[in-house]
T-cell receptor
Framework: NAGVTQTPKFQVLKTGQSMTLQCAQDMNHEYMSWYRQDPGMGLRLIHYSVGAGITDQGEVPNGYNVSRSTTEDFPLRLLSAAPSQTSVYFC?????????????FGPGTRLTVT | KNEVEQSPQNLTAQEGEFITINCSYSVGISALHWLQQHPGGGIVSLFMLSSGKKKHGRLIATINIQEKHSSLHITASHPRDSAVYICAVPNYGGSQGNLIFGKGTKLSVKP
C-alpha cells in the first residue's frame, strides 16, 4: 500500500494564481481531511470529508475549495492564492470519524505564495 | 470546543534521559492521539488511547480521563527520538467530530 500520497511536494505561486493540491489514499478510508501547519501553531483543519460526495468546512476554510468524487481522492483547490496561504499542507485519512481511529498523514506540500 | 495545551514547548535532553511530555485538554473525550513529526516534516501516529496506558518499545503513553490529562514518556532517550511530538483530541469532546491539535513539543536529544 502506498498509504496517503500528496503532490506536489513543493510549489511556488504568485498572488492571484490558482492551483490544486492532490491527495490520494489506497486504504479505503471514509474520512479524509486537509490541514495547514504554520510556525507556532498546531495543525488546523481546512476541510474534511466523511465519504464520497460529502464534504464540510473545518476551522480555516476561506480561500479553499474541495470535492470528493471518489473514496480515494480528495483534492484541495486554492481559488486565488494569497501570501497568507503560504504554509505546509497535510492531507490525512482514517476509518470513520477521525477522532477514534489512527490517522494516516501524507508527506505534506510546502506552498509559498509571493 | 476543546482546547489543548502541551508542555513543555521545547525540551533538550541528554541521551539516555527519561523524557516526559504533557498534554491537557478542556472538554471530556474518549480518545486521545499522540503523533510524531520528524525533522523532515512527515507525521506518524504513535498512539491512540482511551484509558490507562499503552507501550510501544521505549514509548509509553498514559491518560487520566478524569483529570483531562495525558503524558508521553520516552525511556532511555536517543538522538533519533529528536522530533516534534503532538497530541490531538476530538474538537467537541466525546468520541465524535474532528481533531484539534496541540502546538507540539520540540524534543532534541543530544548524544
Amino acid at each position: 500500500n502506498a498509504g496517503v500520497t500528496q503532490t506536489p511536494k513543493f510549489q511556488v505561486l504568485k498572488t492571484g494564481q490558482s492551483m490544486t493540491l492532490q491527495c490520494a489514499q489506497d486504504m479505503n478510508h471514509e474520512y479524509m481531511s486537509w490541514y495547514r501547519q504554520d510556525p507556532g501553531m498546531g495543525l488546523r483543519l481546512i476541510h474534511y470529508s466523511v465519504g464520497a460526495g460529502i464534504t464540510d468546512q473545518g476551522e480555516v476554510p476561506n480561500g479553499y475549495n474541495v470535492s470528493r468524487s471518489t473514496t480515494e481522492d480528495f483534492p484541495l483547490r486554492l481559488l486565488s492564492a494569497a501570501p497568507s496561504q503560504t504554509s505546509v499542507y497535510f492531507c490525512a485519512s482514517s476509518y470513520f470519524g477521525g477522532q477514534s481511529y489512527e490517522q494516516y498523514f501524507g508527506p505534506g506540500t510546502r506552498l509559498t505564495v509571493t | 470546543k476543546n482546547e489543548v495545551e502541551q508542555s513543555p514547548q521545547n525540551l533538550t535532553a541528554q541521551e539516555g534521559e527519561f523524557i516526559t511530555i504533557n498534554c491537557s485538554y478542556s472538554v471530556g473525550i474518549s480518545a486521545l492521539h499522540w503523533l510524531q513529526q520528524h525533522p523532515g516534516g512527515g507525521i506518524v501516529s504513535l498512539f491512540m488511547l482511551s484509558s490507562g496506558k499503552k507501550k510501544h518499545g521505549r514509548l509509553i503513553a498514559t491518560i487520566n480521563i478524569q483529570e483531562k490529562h495525558s503524558s508521553l514518556h520516552i525511556t532511555a532517550s536517543h538522538p533519533r527520538d529528536s522530533a516534534v511530538y503532538i497530541c490531538a483530541v476530538p474538537n467537541y469532546g466525546g468520541s465524535q467530530g474532528n481533531l484539534i491539535f496541540g502546538k507540539g513539543t520540540k524534543l532534541s536529544v543530544k548524544p
